[in-house]
């Protein structure tokens, strides 16, 4: 946020071209439905978030309006477009890379958009990847494949060199298409932007899977994942009924949230357990998951555990923490002991018990877009290039309690967004599955 005033989104100077936007219809033109400039808005603060300013005494976060301004910072047909893709793939992202070319090109006749290869590396010459030059024709159909079209990478990069690099290219606008890490790494260009006193306008697009990214509804993809991974509860389930005993092990992703397995239990209800990183549950005893799993299997006969990969990391005894290139931490396979801890137990009990585990983790990431994702990807796009146009900086084009609002960046990367396990979402997991409030 800016040193001045607090509350407002970073501008990279005054807006000073008339924006090209124009609606045709049959009835004529009519110009698109402009967000006014002086509607700055403090707003939409969950009742969560307002109470917990108000004993706090923290200020509320700003955000603005998302939409097209009547007045726009960039002369469209002098301007370049950068796009980046970062991190972890996740449904959409296809999308949204389409949503900004078709943006800038038609709503804005920006004629230069360059596609940044492999992530942040991109931006380091020395890596040798080039450029791609991005046209309307060339992303025509990419949305209707999972993945990203311009590659992705971890692993840091010198601010200063993908600096240079858009300085050099004569880059006005960068959008990058990524989560936490992504976003941190926006926010650090956009230091250094302001530092050298140059103006080119940063742009974050919310993206992960584990939707574990602060303050926003949903991050795209999301949705998608657990609707790829709801038929493969179904399936776990019939090979859990199909045999005495039957037993089966789901691990989805979420490295420290556990959204995506949550939801997928709800959307598909033949799950019994659902296992969480938030969780801090032990495996022995009483209230051990071992005991309430074989309670489960002497009603039932058999049980469908959806476990998130980081979920039970506490119960490792010998955990070594591995990082992967840009310092996330790498949990232990929590599905495959879990597998070898309930094997073990029946053993130990004489019971004939059937297992199957099943890992769809990145065969649920690389999904196409489901159609409600698709149509979130495209808005989101429409408003990032929007934003960006009317020379904003440093926020994210985002949805926050339904409305579409761009959120200074450094606001989202602050921590991680959690299941509250004292909240009706988690209730409503726990009345779905039957499991008990704690394990153990
Ligand atoms: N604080 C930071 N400053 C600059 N770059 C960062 C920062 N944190 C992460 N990055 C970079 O962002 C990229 C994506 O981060 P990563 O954590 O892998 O995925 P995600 O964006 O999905 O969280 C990586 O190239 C990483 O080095
Ligand atoms: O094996 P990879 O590609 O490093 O990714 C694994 C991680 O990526 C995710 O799918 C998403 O992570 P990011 O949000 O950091 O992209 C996590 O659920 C998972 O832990």
């Not at 990069?157 to 990524?178: P, S």
Request: net charge negative.
């Amino acid at each position: 946020m800016s040193d001045t005033n607090p509350f407002e989104i970073e501008r990279l100077g005054a807006s000073q071209y008339e924006s090209p936007l124009k609606l045709s219809t049959t009835k004529g033109d009519h110009l698109f439905n402009f967000v006014s400039e002086t509607d700055r808005l403090v707003f939409d603060l969950s009742l969560e978030r307002y109470n917990h300013c108000l004993n706090t005494g923290e200020t509320p976060i700003c955000m603005e309006q998302a939409g097209p301004r009547q007045h726009i910072f960039f002369e469209s047909n002098k301007t370049t477009a950068a796009i980046v893709t970062c991190g972890g793939l996740c449904p959409g992202i296809n999308n949204v890379i389409r949503g900004l070319v078709m943006a800038l090109h038609y709503f804005y006749g920006v004629k230069r958009i360059i596609g940044i290869p492999y992530g942040y590396e991109g931006l380091n010459p020395a890596k040798g990847h080039g450029f791609v030059e991005l046209t309307p024709e060339k992303v025509r159909d990419i949305h209707q494949f999972g993945g990203t079209f311009l590659g992705s990478s971890r692993g840091a990069q010198d601010v200063g060199i993908m600096v240079d690099t858009l300085q050099e290219n004569h880059v006005d606008m960068l959008f990058a298409i990524g989560g936490d890490g992504t976003l941190k790494g926006v926010n650090a260009l956009g230091e250094e932007i302001s530092k050298r006193n140059a103006k080119i306008s940063v742009v974050g697009i919310p993206k992960t899977i584990d939707n574990d990214i602060d303050l926003i509804d949903e991050s795209f993809g999301f949705e998608t994942a657990f609707d790829v991974a709801s038929p493969i509860l179904r399936d776990a389930h019939n090979e859990a009924t199909g045999a005495y005993n039957g037993i089966s092990i789901i691990k989805l992703m979420g490295r420290d949230s556990g959204f995506i397995a949550a939801s997928a239990a709800l959307a598909m209800p033949v799950v019994n357990f659902v296992l969480v990183p938030e969780m801090n549950f032990g495996l022995e005893g009483e209230n051990g998951f071992l005991n309430i799993l074989e309670q489960r299997l002497q009603q039932k006969k058999h049980a469908v555990i959806v476990v998130a990969e980081g979920a039970g990391q506490q119960l490792f005894e010998h955990r070594q923490e591995i990082k992967d290139a840009s310092g996330n931490i790498k949990h232990e396979d929590i599905g495959v002991f879990l597998k070898e801890k309930i094997t073990a137990y029946f053993k130990g009990k004489e019971t004939p018990v059937t297992i199957k585990y099943i890992d769809p983790s990145y065969i649920v990431r690389c999904a196409p877009a489901n159609s409600s994702d698709s149509v979130y990807c495209s808005r989101l796009a429409y408003h990032a290039v929007h934003g960006a146009m009317a020379g904003k900086t440093k926020f994210v084009a985002s949805k926050v309690n339904n409305k579409y609002v761009y959120v200074p960046i450094s606001e989202v990367t602050k921590k991680r967004k959690k299941i509250n396990l004292e909240g009706e979402f988690w209730f409503s997991v726990l009345q779905s599955t039957g499991q008990p409030f704690s394990l153990g």
